[in-house]
C-alpha cells in the first residue's frame, strides 16, 4: 500500500509551449509536409491501389540511394556479414568454393575484428577504432595527393550528421555569433542553428554561373554581420554541393581559406559527395589540400586555420546511408579544442562499430591483385556511371520544358532547378496557403506519385523558386511522367 497520498487532480500531459521552443522552431524540409503526404498516399496505395492514378511513390526527395534500388557493393557487404558472424571464418574452404564469398573479402573480414578487438557488439574507444582511423588517415593522404593525414586527428561518427552536431554543438555560443551558411543549403545547417538558437548568416551561391560561390559576396555579408554586433565564427562549405550540385574550383576555395584566416572563421568543409563528381575534366580538391598548399606558399598569415571536413558511407557509390558511418578530421585546432569533441563524442560512448568497419570499407577497397578487386571495381565504375547518366537524363528532361531552367549537374545526387511561375499559379498557390514551389511539388506528388523537395526547404533568393530532386530513382518512367505533368501543369495555369 502506498503511502502517498491519492486525493490530486492529475498532473497534466506535455503541450508544445512546454517543449524546448528551439526544438519547435527547426525545420528539415526533407523529410517535411511533402514527404509525410508521400508515406500518406502510400499507405493508401497499400489498402486500395485503385484510389490514387499511380502504383508507387517515387522518392526523389532524398540522398538515399538504396531506396531506390542500388546494390550494395558486394565486397564491403560481405565482410560486415562476417563481422556480425565470425563463426563463418571457420567455414572458410566451403564458404569459397560455393562461390558465396571471395576469399579476400573473409581476410579482411579477419583484420577488421582483429582491429576492432574481436567482436562489433563491444564498444570502441570514443574516438573510434584506432586501425580504422590508421585506414581513414591513409586514405586521406592518397586522396591529397601525399599531403600526410594523422590517426589522431580522425573522430568516427555516426555518418556525417553526427559530425556536424559534433561541431555546431561545440561551436554554436548564442545569437550574437554566427554561422556562414551557403544559401540554397543542406537543411541540416539551418535546423541545427535554430536548435543552438545561433544566427545563420546567409551567402548566396550564383545561380547562373552554375551555382557558384563568390568570395567576395561572402566578405561582404562577414561585414554586415560584424556592423550588427554578430561575430561569424564559422564557415559552413557544401562540397560538391547539396542542393545544387556544384563542384568548387580551387581558387575559390583558396578565397574562402584566407576569409577564414582573416576573419577567424572555422571551416566546416562537409564534403560528403567528394567520389560524386560528373563534370568531364574536373576534379574534387579537398579543403585540406587547398589550405596545406596556401600554409605552404605563405609564411605565418594561414598557419591559425582551423578546418574540420566530414566524409560519409552514406552517399558516393557506397551509398550505405542506413549503416550510419562517417568520420571527421581535425586540421589546426589547439589540443584544449580537440578534447571537447572528444568529450561529446564520449557522451554517445563511440559510433556504431559496423558504420566505422564500412568507413574502412569504403577508404579502402580491395587492390589491384586481390581476388575481388575486378569485381569491385566493375561495380564501383557501374554505380557512378549510372548515377551520371540518369543526371544528364533528368537534366536534358528539363532542358525540353518550359518554365523551368536548369544547371548542370557537376557533383553530388541532385539537381535544383529553377521554375518560373505564372500569375495564376501564385494566386492558385497563395489561395491554397502554400508557396508556389510548394504548390507545385504538392501537384507533382498528387498527380504522379513522385516526390520531391520544394525549394523553400532549402533557401532561395527572394522571388525565386526551385525545387530539388534526386537523380537517383531507376528508369524513365518517372521522368516521362513528370514531363507530361509539367506540360499540362503549365497549360493549366497558363496566364
Ligand atoms: C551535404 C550533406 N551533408 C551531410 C549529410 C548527412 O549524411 P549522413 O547520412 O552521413 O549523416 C547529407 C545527407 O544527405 C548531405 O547531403
Wanted: proline content about 5%; charged content about 25%; hydrophobic content about 35%.
Amino acid at each position: 500500500m502506498t503511502k502517498l497520498d491519492l486525493n490530486f487532480e492529475p498532473a497534466e500531459q506535455l503541450d508544445l509551449k512546454d517543449l524546448n521552443e528551439h526544438v519547435l522552431k527547426a525545420e528539415y524540409a526533407i523529410r517535411g509536409a511533402i514527404p509525410m503526404r508521400a508515406e500518406q498516399i502510400q499507405d493508401q496505395i497499400n489498402l486500395d491501389p485503385e484510389s490514387v492514378p499511380f502504383d508507387k511513390i517515387t522518392t526523389a526527395n532524398i540522398g538515399n540511394p538504396q531506396q531506390l534500388q542500388q546494390k550494395p557493393l558486394t565486397y564491403s557487404r560481405q565482410v560486415v556479414s562476417v563481422l556480425q558472424y565470425p563463426e563463418l571464418l571457420q567455414h572458410r574452404d566451403l564458404l569459397v568454393k560455393s562461390g558465396a564469398y571471395m576469399p579476400d573479402a573473409l581476410d579482411r573480414a579477419k583484420i577488421l575484428l582483429d582491429k576492432i578487438g574481436g567482436s562489433v557488439g563491444a564498444y570502441s574507444s570514443s574516438q573510434g577504432v584506432r586501425g580504422i582511423r590508421d585506414t581513414v588517415a591513409e586514405y586521406i593522404t592518397r586522396r591529397d595527393d601525399g599531403e600526410p593525414a594523422s590517426p589522431q586527428d580522425i573522430f568516427m561518427t555516426d555518418g556525417a550528421t553526427r559530425a556536424v552536431t559534433y561541431l555546431l554543438s561545440l561551436l554554436c555560443r548564442g545569437p550574437q555569433y554566427g554561422v556562414l551558411i551557403p544559401i540554397p543549403q543542406y537543411p541540416v545547417y539551418t535546423a541545427s542553428l535554430t536548435l543552438y538558437n545561433t544566427a545563420a548568416i546567409p551567402y548566396y551561391l550564383n545561380e547562373k554561373s552554375g551555382w557558384s560561390t563568390d568570395a567576395e559576396e561572402i566578405e561582404i555579408q562577414i561585414k554586415k554581420t560584424i556592423a550588427k554586433g554578430i561575430k561569424p565564427s564559422v564557415i559552413v562549405v557544401i562540397n560538391p554541393g547539396n542542393p545544387t550540385g556544384s563542384l568548387l574550383k580551387p581558387d575559390v576555395m583558396e578565397d574562402i581559406v584566407t576569409l577564414a584566416a582573416k576573419y577567424g572563421l572555422v571551416i566546416l568543409a562537409d564534403e560528403v559527395y567528394q567520389e560524386n563528381v560528373f563534370s568531364e575534366g574536373r576534379k574534387f580538391y579537398s579543403f585540406k589540400s587547398v589550405l596545406r598548399s596556401l600554409q605552404r606558399r605563405h609564411k605565418i598569415i594561414y598557419d591559425n586555420v582551423q578546418l574540420a571536413s566530414i566524409h560519409s558511407t552514406s552517399k558516393g557509390v557506397f551509398g550505405e546511408c542506413g549503416q550510419r558511418g562517417g568520420y571527421l578530421e581535425l586540421i589546426g585546432f589547439r589540443n584544449s579544442v580537440r578534447e571537447e569533441i572528444l568529450k561529446l563524442a564520449s557522451l554517445s560512448i563511440c559510433a556504431v562499430i559496423t558504420g566505422q568497419a564500412m568507413v574502412d570499407l569504403m577508404v579502402a577497397p580491395p587492390t589491384k591483385g586481390q581476388p575481388s578487386y575486378e569485381m569491385d571495381k566493375a561495380e564501383r565504375l557501374a554505380i557512378h556511371n549510372t548515377l551520371k547518366e540518369r543526371g544528364e537524363l533528368l537534366y536534358n528532361t528539363f532542358q525540353e520544358l518550359e518554365g523551368i531552367e536548369c544547371q548542370r549537374p557537376q557533383g553530388a545526387m541532385y539537381l535544383f532547378p529553377r521554375l518560373y511561375f505564372s500569375q495564376k499559379v501564385y494566386d492558385a498557390a497563395k489561395k491554397a496557403d502554400l508557396q508556389p514551389d510548394e504548390f507545385y511539388c504538392h501537384a507533382l506528388l498528387e498527380s504522379t506519385g513522385i516526390c520531391v523537395v520544394p525549394g523553400t526547404g532549402f533557401g532561395q533568393e527572394e522571388g525565386t523558386w526551385h525545387l530539388r530532386t534526386t537523380f537517383l530513382a531507376p528508369g524513365t518512367e518517372w521522368i516521362q511522367k513528370w514531363k507530361a505533368f509539367h506540360q499540362d501543369f503549365y497549360k493549366k495555369y497558363a496566364d
